[in-house]
């Protein structure tokens, strides 16, 4: 079955620290990848996809992921966070046709001022 | 362009009462979905509409919980009777329907049964 993989799930920084989340996905077709972001008492925010093309993918806000085919992972980036990027990440899958979206358990990350 | 829209934001309810939850898509968007999210966790695909027709409802708990989108814009979640677990934000989100169009997600409503 499809699955996404998100190897930590709680991440402390400090401000100008540089930021990797893992995401790591199951499937070995054609796949379609999704970041989003949920801030504290907001909705879900899509921060960046990849559907093709350049595997490297800008984002929102600095962010940006990697797609890396022979390793299966979409991991996102950022060189320098800030107080305000304390928020939950969720990455996600979508498989060639099939339009259910697959989702990571996500990833609560705080930075610490 | 306008959000996607949901009501209420908040509801807390008893254990086995009912309870329902709207929410109108952005316009245009085709495809709609109901997501359960309990915290600490990614959000669970409840239901999925493409207009007015179920596409995927596998994950739906049908002894209690429905669903629909009659005119194939808005549409309503209902959970009867609700049980503990059920204490969670359900979201819904909405996108064009097309291979490379993106979800966007309203703000939730946040269930607490009690």
């Known amino acids: 079955a499809q699955s996404v993989s998100q190897h930590n799930h709680h ?9 990797e989340l893992g995401c790591n996905y199951s499937y070995g077709g054609t ?39 022979s390793k299966f992972s979409f991991n996102l980036r950022k060189p320098s966070v800030q107080w305000s990027d304390t928020a939950e990440y969720f990455c996600a899958s979508i498989r060639g046709n099939n339009r259910k979206l697959i989702w990571g358990l996500g990833t609560s990350l705080a930075v610490n001022p | ?7 209420p934001r908040y509801k807390i309810i008893e254990k086995r009462q009912s309870v ?21 966790q990614g959000p669970k695909l409840l239901i999925q509409f493409q207009n007015n027709g179920v596409v995927d409802d596998s994950q739906l708990p049908k002894d209690r919980f429905s669903a629909e989108r009659l005119k194939g814009v808005d549409s309503t979640l209902k959970i009867q009777p609700a049980k503990l ?9 909405s996108s064009l329907g097309t291979q490379n169009s993106p979800l966007h997600f309203g703000n939730g409503t946040r269930l607490t049964v009690t």
Do not use: M, R
């Open chain 1, 11 to 19: 991440v402390i920084l400090s401000e100008a620290a540089s930021l």
């Open chain 1, 31 to 69: 796949v379609n990848l999704f970041w989003y972001v949920q801030y504290p008492g907001q909705h879900l925010q899509l921060l960046l996809k990849y559907f093709s093309g350049d595997p490297l993918v800008k984002g929102i806000k600095g962010f940006e992921a990697e797609f890396i085919k």
């Open chain 2, 1 to 7: 362009e306008a959000g996607v829209a949901q009501s």
């Open chain 2, 20 to 40: 329902a939850f709207w929410c109108n898509p952005i316009s245009g968007h085709a495809t709609l979905y109901w997501y359960q999210q309990i915290l600490g």
């Open chain 2, 85 to 93: 677990e059920d204490s969670a934000v359900y979201l819904c989100a």
